[in-house]
């Protein structure tokens, strides 16, 4: 079974910038996952989609971050305008469901985005 | 929010010893999910074990053992037999029966030596 994919694997932009990421998780499942991970950190989460719904995007800066899933399947997660303290990896994951025994998130390779 | 806590940043161990890594936790939930995740450099994060509170037995996966104590609120993962392919960061995370947040902790660096 393939993985979850995302792209780019790296980005480097100026502070002011706009960047998008791209995920495509496993076929079937329903919820997605969008992560940040600073460095010398665990990962944060950012928003939770259940099929193409939000879930939770309480610690999604909406100032300047926006996801979107389309079609409950592939999802982008965009930054306008960067900071410098966005510098991080983000990372996408899936999961078959949210509950009980499906609630395994399996995650991507991540994007490690590097802003000057 | 619930609070994950690994208290050890950094960890070595000989390969074929036995290394334990800490985990607490805060929650004043009954029913909730742990998992030990595996993060090797530049490479992608893969679940490691998971165990359900509501189970009293520890979970294992081969070389690799839990020991969970609910009351405690502690969480250690046990690799035996340590490998050099087992050095990553490990983090410990904590999920509600809900499914919403999984919750990380900052991570143990383990060091396999020769």
Same mark, same amino acid.
């Given at each position: 079974?393939?993985?979850?994919?995302?792209?780019?694997?790296?980005?480097?932009?100026?502070?002011?910038?706009?960047?998008?990421?791209?995920?495509?998780?496993?076929?079937?499942?329903?919820?997605?996952?969008?992560?940040?991970?600073?460095?010398? %950190?665990?990962?944060?989460?950012?928003?939770?989609? %259940?099929?193409?719904?939000?879930?939770?995007?309480?610690?999604?800066?909406?100032?300047?971050?926006?996801?979107?899933?389309?079609?409950?399947?592939?999802?982008?997660?965009?930054?306008?305008?960067?900071?410098?303290?966005?510098? *991080?990896?983000?990372?996408? *994951?899936?999961?078959?469901?949210?509950?009980?025994?499906?609630?395994? %998130?399996?995650?991507?390779?991540?994007?490690?985005?590097?802003?000057? | /929010?619930?609070?994950?806590?690994?208290? #050890?940043?950094?960890?070595?161990?000989?390969? /074929?010893?036995?290394?334990?890594?800490?985990?607490?936790?805060?929650?004043?939930?009954?029913?909730?999910?742990?998992?030990?995740?595996? #993060?090797?450099?530049?490479?992608?994060?893969?679940?490691?074990?998971?165990?359900?509170?509501?189970?009293?037995?520890?979970?294992?996966?081969?070389?690799?053992?839990?020991?969970?104590?609910? /009351?405690?609120?502690?969480?250690?993962?046990?690799?035996?037999?340590? #490998?050099?392919?087992?050095?990553?960061?490990?983090?410990?995370?904590?999920?509600?029966?809900?499914?919403?947040?999984?919750?990380?902790?900052?991570?143990?660096?383990?060091?396999?030596?020769?």
């Amino acid at each position: 079974e393939a993985g979850v994919a995302q792209s780019p694997r790296y980005k480097i932009i100026e502070k002011r910038q706009s960047v998008a990421f791209w995920c495509n998780p496993i076929s079937g499942h329903a919820t997605l996952y969008w992560y940040q991970q600073i460095l010398g %950190q665990g990962p944060k989460l950012l928003i939770q989609f %259940q099929n193409n719904g939000v879930v939770d995007d309480s610690q999604l800066p909406k100032d300047r971050f926006s996801a979107e899933r389309l079609k409950g399947v592939d999802s982008t997660l965009k930054i306008q305008p960067a900071k410098l303290e966005d510098s *991080a990896v983000y990372l996408c *994951a899936s999961s078959l469901d949210v509950t009980g025994a499906y609630n395994e %998130q399996f995650f991507g390779p991540g994007t490690r985005l590097t802003v000057l | /929010a619930q609070t994950v806590t690994q208290s #050890q940043p950094e960890m070595s161990v000989q390969e /074929a010893e036995t290394v334990t890594l800490s985990c607490t936790y805060d929650t004043s939930e009954s029913d909730y999910y742990l998992f030990w995740y595996k #993060q090797p450099p530049s490479r992608q994060m893969i679940l490691v074990i998971r165990q359900e509170a509501y189970k009293q037995q520890n979970a294992t996966e081969n070389r690799f053992s839990v020991n969970f104590q609910k /009351a405690a609120k502690s969480f250690s993962l046990k690799i035996s037999d340590s #490998q050099l392919g087992d050095a990553a960061m490990y983090f410990c995370a904590y999920l509600e029966n809900s499914g919403y947040a999984l919750n990380f902790g900052k991570g143990t660096s383990l060091l396999v030596t020769p």
